[in-house]
Structure formats: structure tokens, C-alpha cells
């Protein structure tokens, strides 16, 4: 059912078919989104408030959670999020694999700069050079690794260098719909909060003088929605590719879907 196609620059019908998809799982699964989108908008609105940087990990951990829960649904053939309680199979692997990428990123994205000499810049040239390297490294890692958190949703036992393996097959186009998913959202909040500012708005802070600053918040919930369409969007692409190289399999209770076969090979970080 599922072959490299789906990983063509364009589908047959000049779309992305997994852009098309990202649009329905949200229709489909909307109350779940919103949830998640007013979780997140909760979470920067009470920063804001307290004047700290506190929520960070717990909107990560939010995001991650969110990604399990689409990854879930795709491998399982359902296309909708359902049983959020139970069917938390190889959900603690798959924050502790997510967590490791995102850590080897930072690592390459702050040391790759600070080996080359780039601390002896301004702070403000060296972070953005920091960002610029880590905005090529993230979507470049994922695509060549990012199956292997999910496998083991679907039940596999096969380790990184199998993930590896997948992620070479299709690294370019990939690579460019991860890229998409994961910064066109930010550039877009970027572009609304100067288009904001520059029309006199207040944009960067949601309580202004103890009162709720509505034209922050509206623009705070856009950019939480575009966020997490690109969130959806880059599970979907992630989630297709781990299905695109292996043989669908029946899950356990006899239901049929497009979960992954197991693999007895033995890998490193099994």
C-alpha cells in the first residue's frame, strides 16, 4: 500500500499528498488539536505572567506527546487520535530517543559554531549563526534518523543504524518537507510579530499594565496553530517513511493496519 511515491517532490496530483493529509488529520481530530494548541497558548500565557522562562520543557513535552499520538494513529491505520490513556507502547523510548537528537543537534548547532571561532563574534551575530546551524542540522538529522523514536510504536526492535538506513532512501526531498514543517511556522510568527509592531501593537507580551493584551494573544494563538501544523505535518512525513520500508503486519488483537513488522536483528540502542 505504501511505496516511495509518497515521497515524491509532488503527488499525481500536484500536491504534496502528505500536506493533504496534515489538512484532514486536523479536520478530523480537531477538539484533540485545540486541546493541545490551548495547553501550549496556557503555558507562554503563564511566562508571560510570571515573568519567567519556566514552561519550556513542559511545551516540548507537550509537542513530543502530540507527535506520539499522530505517529500512533498513522502507523496503527487509523488516521484518528483515540485512547489517549491506554496504548502508551514505547512511548518512554520514544522521549528519550526524541530528547537524544534534539541534544546531539544543540551540541553540533552551539559547539560547530564555538570550534570555529564564532564566540570571538557579538552575542547577537554568534546566536544567530547558532540557530542558522541548527535550522540545517534538526530537519538534516531527523530525516536520517527520525524513524527510529517511532519504531518502536509500532512494536519494531530495530535499532539506529536500521533508521539510518531508511533515512538515507528519499534524504533530499525529506530533508526540504521537515525543514518546512519545523521553521516556516516560526518564520511566518516572525513576519506577523514585526507586521504587528511596525502597525504600533504591542505583540511580544500578553498582559500589558495587568491587562490582557488581546492583539498578543490573537497573534499568539495563530502562531500556536501554525506551529502545530507543522508539527502534524512533520510526524505524517516521519511516520510515512518508516512505513514505506517495511512490510505492514497484522497488530496484535487481530485488527489489520499498517503497523511495523518486528526485527530480530540485534542493533545498537535496541
Same mark, same amino acid.
Given at each position: 500500500m505504501f511505496n516511495d511515491d509518497i515521497f515524491h517532490p509532488k503527488a499525481?496530483?500536484?500536491r504534496d499528498a502528505m500536506l493533504g493529509e496534515a489538512i484532514s488529520f486536523i479536520r478530523r481530530n480537531l477538539s484533540f488539536v485545540c486541546v493541545v494548541v490551548a495547553v501550549n497558548c496556557a503555558l507562554v500565557a503563564f511566562d508571560d505572567y510570571s515573568g519567567g522562562n519556566k514552561s519550556n520543557s513542559a511545551q516540548y513535552f507537550v509537542s513530543l506527546s502530540f507527535a506520539f499520538f499522530i505517529q500512533k494513529a498513522i502507523l496503527n491505520g487509523d488516521g484518528k487520535v483515540s485512547?489517549? !490513556?491506554?496504548?502508551?507502547?514505547?512511548? /518512554?523510548?520514544? @522521549?528519550? $530517543?526524541?530528547? +537524544?537528537?534534539? +541534544?546531539v543537534v544543540f551540541g553540533i548547532g552551539?559547539?560547530?559554531?564555538?570550534?570555529? /571561532?564564532?564566540?570571538s563574534l557579538s552575542r547577537n551575530v554568534f546566536l544567530l549563526l547558532c540557530l542558522a546551524v541548527i535550522a540545517i542540522i534538526l530537519p538534516l538529522l531527523l530525516a536520517l534518523v527520525g524513524t527510529w523514536p517511532i519504531a518502536?510504536?509500532?512494536?519494531? $526492535?530495530?535499532g539506529? &543504524?536500521?533508521?539510518? &538506513?531508511?533515512g538515507k532512501r528519499g534524504l533530499l526531498p525529506t530533508f526540504l518537507r521537515l525543514f518546512a514543517g519545523l521553521f516556516l511556522p516560526f518564520i511566518c510568527a516572525m513576519i506577523?510579530? !514585526?507586521?504587528? !509592531?511596525?502597525?504600533?501593537?504591542?505583540?511580544? &507580551?500578553?498582559? &500589558?499594565?495587568?491587562?490582557?493584551?488581546?492583539?498578543? +494573544?490573537?497573534?499568539?494563538? @495563530?502562531?500556536?496553530?501554525?506551529?502545530?501544523?507543522?508539527l502534524c505535518y512533520v510526524s505524517i512525513v516521519l511516520a510515512r $517513511?518508516?512505513? =514505506?520500508?517495511?512490510?505492514?503486519?497484522?497488530?496484535?488483537? /487481530?485488527?489489520?493496519?499498517?503497523?511495523?513488522?518486528? !526485527? =530480530?536483528?540485534s542493533e545498537i540502542f535496541e
Open positions: 499525481k496530483n500536484g485512547n489517549l !490513556t491506554g496504548g502508551m507502547r514505547g512511548f /518512554g523510548g520514544y @522521549i528519550w $530517543k526524541n530528547l +537524544l537528537i534534539v +541534544l552551539i559547539g560547530g559554531p564555538v570550534a570555529c /571561532g564564532a564566540a518502536g510504536i509500532a512494536g519494531s $526492535k530495530s539506529l &543504524s536500521a533508521a539510518f &538506513s531508511r506577523l510579530m !514585526t507586521a504587528a !509592531t511596525s502597525m504600533s501593537y504591542e505583540a511580544d &507580551s500578553i498582559f &500589558s499594565d495587568g491587562k490582557l493584551n488581546l492583539i498578543a +494573544l490573537a497573534i499568539l494563538v @495563530i502562531c500556536q496553530w501554525a506551529s502545530i501544523f507543522g $517513511k518508516l512505513l =514505506s520500508s517495511a512490510a505492514p503486519r497484522h497488530p496484535m488483537g /487481530g485488527r489489520q493496519g499498517n503497523a511495523v513488522a518486528a !526485527t =530480530s536483528v
